[in-house]
């Protein structure tokens, strides 16, 4: 199967190495510094886990791998060294390229989104059109990156519906998105994303729109079809119980930074960051005593316009040393095996 | 009992009729409540949980009467001690009525109006209910806005200029102008960032021993249900399955549906050990549910009798109620 793990001394490079990534949104009030100098590792098979909260630039990061980030918003700098796959006439040299370069919807570009990076979005009802049946929009995807003809190609949809666990498939594939509910769609979408064997899998909250029973359902099918086909999985939620249950290594962002990254168990029982340990003593657990006190963050996310200067976690910091984090940006350093924080604690 | 029930909801239904047709014909019902009973103590605060579509929002909002129930009782013990059926008030007693219940909505964007300042929107309470005086509402309001932590200077800006959490410290407030007994809150913190979660429920705890509120709790996330609740209900499809302390029922729960909730709920710790229980199928369609049991479909426990058969609604050990054919015998594992 094409997309097999990448073996030997090939093994060691990463499927996707993002570096210094930037990407700006230039409005009238001035600009917006949505991401701004992103840097992570993702192994082929492997599950990184993106977390952070709203306006963190998790979304953003996942759209300018894609090359699919909103006007007015683009790349401004950095690089998105993404490994293809092995193919016929693409020399060893020629697999890497980095996507910050290519022009976005340039034949390039476009050859790998969707065949070998695919994305799952959040709102299963909003990102299929309601007008085509989901058939279609899955043979759509499949004529495209695959030849194959029409006939062929329903079969394969069928067959994907049928994978992810769609009950009578070849009746659910003449049907549109709105008759389905919001878990079978998000299982459709999960079929429409994997119908080429994507090497890569972008899953912006995939469950968060759904119940927990059916998000236990989806993180199942996600794990079951990563375990069959090898994909490597970029995870981007704010639920710090699916990154628990899902990743192996974790990137926190904070306005639009990477904040501390490390290996799930470092990032649960010895975060580093002070924002870290502050959201992971907030946020409420299953396992707590009836009516117990959590502890906040103070403050809220400051909004992108008025970013603070220096470290953008300062004014909500409780480690905050005046003069030093409200001055300087810190940058991310290696603390410990795989483990980097980006803190003037750690300096 | 020790305590008083401040609201006693007993029998309540709400069907929305199905309509087809050029005629538009009633077809058929969607049974979003159906047969809902509980209590609430005065001073204490009942969770409802349950997923998107158990009628949870919807008994909510027949209790403010925002909804018409189509059959139950709603019993609401007012100031005087005497108990007031809800259901059968007209508007204008209804209206006096209100000032004693609240509601606090879920998304602080859309229930603010964005034409209205902070004095506006606080204020606009009190002057419904009679608080004529300009300057002696501008006092309230900055007093307001002070319990629940925002600063009075702010009064004159409009919800645009504040962040998700204040926004909904400002919708607290306004719940608040009325010196209400009974607080409904419908997801009050799932709209939030997390990072602002815990200050918003704290609040809510801080608030209402401040003023001794009662508060109706509804939201579908268990650990933000856990950390605010003395007593939860569980509804799955129109209907309360399970009710008991929030200590009971969460460490030993009586109804499979209730397990199950508890053991979906991802934990924030790579080695917690996988207690998953996998639920088979969709919620059911409260235009078609099934015969018997709703849940038994889903059900990992079913027997015979779940299929033909409703369970009735039963006190399982004290204060600890369920609706499960067997309840009694099975052993099922909750979260410590």
Not at chain 1, 100 to 125: C, D, S, T
Not at chain 1, 178 to 191: D, E, T, V
Not at chain 2, 48 to 63: H, Y
Request: hydrophobic fraction near 40%.
């Amino acid at each position: 199967m094409a997309g097999s793990p990448v073996d030997g001394a090939s093994s060691t490079a990463p499927l996707l190495s993002v570096r210094n990534l930037k990407t700006y949104f230039p409005q009238d009030e001035g600009t917006v510094k949505a991401v701004d100098g992103v840097s992570f590792d993702l192994h082929a098979g492997g599950t990184l886990g993106v977390v952070g909260e709203s306006g963190c630039g998790k979304s953003i990061t996942a759209r300018s791998i894609l090359g699919i980030v909103d006007r007015p918003g683009r790349i401004v700098d950095g690089e998105i060294h993404f490994r293809r796959r092995t193919a016929p006439g693409l020399s060893e040299a020629e697999r890497t390229v980095d996507l910050a370069k290519l022009p976005p919807n340039g034949e390039a570009l476009r050859a790998i989104r969707g065949a070998e990076i695919a994305l799952i979005f959040q709102e299963p009802m909003s990102s299929f059109s309601p007008v085509h049946t989901i058939g279609n929009q899955i043979i759509e995807v499949i004529g495209l990156h695959q030849r194959l003809a029409k006939r062929p190609a329903r079969e394969k949809a069928i067959e994907m519906l049928r994978r992810v666990g769609v009950s009578s498939p070849d009746e659910r594939v003449d049907q549109l998105s709105h008759q389905l509910s919001g878990g079978l769609r998000q299982r459709a979408m999960i079929a429409m994303a994997l119908s080429c064997s994507p090497t890569l899998l972008i899953a912006d909250e995939p469950t968060t729109a759904l119940d927990v029973t059916t998000q236990t359902q989806i993180l199942q099918l996600m794990r079951q079809l990563q375990r069959e086909d090898g994909m490597a999985i970029m995870l981007i939620t704010h639920d710090l119980g699916v990154v628990a249950e899902m990743a192996k290594d974790v990137v926190v962002m904070y306005l639009g930074r990477v904040v501390e990254q490390a290996p799930v168990d470092d990032i649960f029982h010895a975060p580093r960051h002070p924002y870290t340990k502050a959201l992971l003593r907030s946020i409420p657990r299953i396992r707590s005593g009836a009516r117990e006190r959590l502890t906040p963050i103070a403050g809220s996310v400051p909004h992108p316009y008025d970013r603070p200067s220096g470290c953008p976690f300062h004014p909500r910091c409780p480690d905050f040393m005046p003069g030093k984090c409200d001055r300087e940006v810190p940058s991310l350093r290696a603390v410990g095996n795989r483990h980097a924080v980006s803190c003037f604690l750690y300096e | 009992m020790s305590r008083q029930a401040l609201l006693r909801v007993d029998g309540l239904q709400k069907l929305f009729p199905i309509k087809k047709g050029f005629w538009k014909r009633t077809v058929g019902h969607v049974r979003a409540v159906d047969g809902v009973t509980f209590h609430i103590d005065e001073g204490e605060t009942l969770g409802l949980v349950g997923e998107s579509g158990c009628g949870k929002t919807t008994t909510a909002r027949c209790i403010l009467r925002a909804v018409e129930p189509t059959a139950g009782e709603i019993l609401m013990r007012v100031s005087d001690g005497s108990e007031i059926e809800l259901g059968r008030l007209r508007p204008a007693e209804l209206r006096a009525l209100r000032r004693e219940m609240q509601m606090i909505f879920q998304d602080p964007f859309t229930s603010l109006n964005p034409r209205m300042t902070l004095l506006d929107l606080v204020g606009e309470p009190l002057l419904v209910h009679g608080m004529k005086n300009r300057e002696e509402r501008e006092a309230r309001v900055a007093d307001l806005l002070r319990r629940v932590g925002l600063r009075p200077e702010y009064m004159r800006r409009f919800p645009h200029a504040f962040s998700g959490g204040e926004r909904q410290r400002i919708g607290i407030a306004r719940a608040l102008a009325l010196h209400p007994r009974l607080v409904v809150a419908d997801e009050p913190v799932s709209a939030l960032d997390v990072s602002v979660q815990a200050q918003i429920l704290n609040l809510l705890i801080d608030l209402q021993s401040e003023f001794r509120l009662t508060y109706l709790f509804v939201a579908h996330d268990l650990s933000v249900v856990r950390h605010i609740s003395n007593r939860v209900a569980v509804m799955y499809v129109g209907r309360i399955v399970e009710l008991g302390t929030t200590a009971e029922l969460f460490t030993a729960p009586k109804h499979p549906y209730t397990a199950a909730l508890l053991s979906a709920v991802p934990e924030p710790d790579p080695r917690a050990p996988s207690r998953r229980i996998m639920l088979e199928g969709e919620v059911a369609n409260p235009a078609a549910p099934p015969p018997g049991c709703y849940f038994h479909p889903r059900c990992p426990y079913a027997i015979d009798k779940c299929r033909t058969e409703a369970p009735s609604w039963r006190e399982i050990s004290p204060a600890h109620f369920a609706a499960c054919h067997r309840a009694e015998e099975l052993q099922l594992a909750g979260v410590e």
